[in-house]
């Protein structure tokens, strides 16, 4: 939500890639907000908190809402109004990967994405440690190359990161097969 005109990005987005991306958009703290992303294409949202009245439109419709939590009692309440998936946020500052896999350990059975202060070099730690996703808007979207409106640089920062992203995947299904 913080992108300058992001439903009409997003809407132009979804009409030059109909069948080939699935696109979403973030920091959703109201309604109205995922109403109008939803309206231009997304088909998840995301929030760094549980909006609850979003968490019970989403459950009547297409669009997949992972509500950011912080805490145990947050993780199980978000799951018990019907989230399938949370954010954990701002996990940097929580204690990064090791957080994850100490929320893991009771919650192994609700996938968790991993957001906030990480890293492209970070992706194999947060996937080894049970995070399902991570994001990495800040990673990839640096701030000089869009102020310079460097695509290349994000796309190979993109390209980087989803490289790194499926090294862990193979990592992590190795080591389950050994």
């Known amino acids: ?98 957080y994850i896999s100490a929320l893991k350990r009771p919650f192994h059975h609700i996938s968790m994405v991993a957001s906030q202060g990480i890293t492209i070099d970070s992706v194999r730690e947060y996937i080894t440690q049970e995070a399902s996703a991570v994001v990495l808007s800040d990673a990839i979207f640096d701030k000089e190359a869009i102020s310079q409106n460097n695509f290349n640089e994000i796309c190979r920062l993109a390209h980087f990161a989803a490289l790194q992203g499926n090294e862990a995947l193979e990592w992590k299904k190795r080591s389950t097969l050994n």
Not at 2 to 18: I, R
């Open 1 to 98: 939500m913080s992108t300058p005109g992001v439903f009409e990005v997003l809407q132009q987005l979804v009409q030059e890639h109909p069948t080939t991306t699935t696109l979403g958009v973030g920091t959703v703290l109201n309604v109205e907000d995922a109403k109008n992303a939803t309206n231009a294409g997304a088909k998840f949202l995301m929030s760094p908190a549980m909006v609850k009245d979003i968490m019970v439109d989403a459950q009547c419709g297409e669009v997949l809402y992972i509500p950011g939590v912080m805490t145990p009692t947050e993780i199980l309440s978000a799951c018990d109004s019907g989230a399938k998936i949370v954010k954990v946020y701002p996990v940097a500052a929580l204690g990064g990967s090791r």
